[in-house]
C-alpha cells in the first residue's frame, strides 16, 4: 500500500501557475502509474493529467497545453505544473496512483491522497 500526500495549493491570481506535488512514504512512485484528478465544489472528480511508468503522459483537454505532469525520482515525487490559472481551475487536487494500469478515470487507481486546494481568484 502506498501513501500519498499532495503539497503546493494555495491562492493565486488569474493567470498565475502553481507547481502541485505528490510525495509518498515508504513506497517508490517510480513504481506506480500516476495521476492527477481535482473536484470542484458540487462537481464530480475529474481527471487532470496521469503519467505512466514509462513515463507517457496523457492530459485533459481542459489542462492540455497549460499543465505538465513529470516525475522528480531523487525526491520520489510526482509533479503537476500548472500555468495560465483561471478560477473554473479552482478545485481540490488529488493525485493517485495504481501498480497496474493507468487513464484517466477514477476507478484506475487504486490510491489516493487527502487533496491539496487550489484557489484561482480573478
Known amino acids: 500500500q502506498v501513501q500519498l500526500v499532495e503539497s503546493g495549493g494555495g491562492l493565486v491570481q488569474a493567470g498565475g501557475s502553481l507547481r502541485l506535488s505528490c510525495a509518498a512514504s515508504g513506497r517508490t512512485l517510480r513504481s506506480y502509474h500516476m495521476g492527477w484528478f481535482r473536484q470542484a465544489p458540487g462537481k464530480e472528480r475529474e481527471f487532470v493529467a496521469a503519467?505512466?511508468?514509462?513515463?507517457?503522459?496523457y492530459y485533459a483537454d481542459s489542462t492540455k497545453g497549460r499543465s505538465t505532469i513529470s516525475r522528480d525520482n531523487a525526491k520520489n515525487t510526482v509533479d503537476l505544473q500548472m500555468n495560465s490559472l483561471n478560477p473554473e481551475d479552482t478545485a481540490v487536487y488529488y493525485c493517485?496512483?495504481?501498480?497496474?494500469?493507468?487513464?484517466?478515470?477514477?476507478?484506475?487507481?487504486?490510491?489516493w491522497g487527502q487533496g491539496t486546494q487550489v484557489t484561482v481568484s480573478s
Open positions: 493517485a496512483a495504481d501498480a497496474t494500469g493507468w487513464g484517466g478515470r477514477r476507478s484506475d487507481y487504486d490510491y
Open positions: 503519467i505512466s511508468r514509462t513515463d507517457t503522459t
